[in-house]
């Protein structure tokens, strides 16, 4: 049996700073929770002549984010609690890209390694609003790996 990718991001992903309420799929709706949820674990992009194959791992953090259905105000605006917030969810895409800069990767097993990780967005997404005061952001992030005999 080959390694439980999922098992081994959540492990990967507690080295974040950002990352302290991590949830598996689903979790209360309340400020600060995140969840981790697999999109896509086995699709191969491309097969190779030596039979090694280049698959795709994506997987989302949705994050529920307290806010302010207020406008911006005319100046200060960096100081709006949203403006605030969307930073420091645009801080895991930070730490992914530094990851993938400083090639420290997760390890897939034996039989797989691991070529990049990165986000595949360059911002948060908001995917909704809970409440008045409770948002849903999305951080979608893909890991591309090699899957051969080696």
Known sequence: MGVDKNAVMIEYLKQCPKIDRLFFISSEVKDGTQNFVPISNERVIRQYIDGSKL?????????????????????????????????????????????????????????????????????????????EKIFRYMIQIRIEYIEGDY
């Open 55 to 131: 698959k795709y791992y994506d997987f989302a953090i949705v994050e529920f984010v307290g806010g302010s259905v207020a406008p911006l105000p005319l100046t200060g605006a960096e100081n709006h609690e949203n403006v605030k917030n969307y930073g420091q969810l645009q801080s895991l895409i930070d730490w992914v890209s530094a990851q993938s800069k400083a090639r420290n990767f997760p390890d897939f097993g034996e039989y797989n390694e691991v070529q990049d990780i990165y986000s595949v967005t360059s911002n948060p997404t908001l995917s909704g609003r809970e409440n």
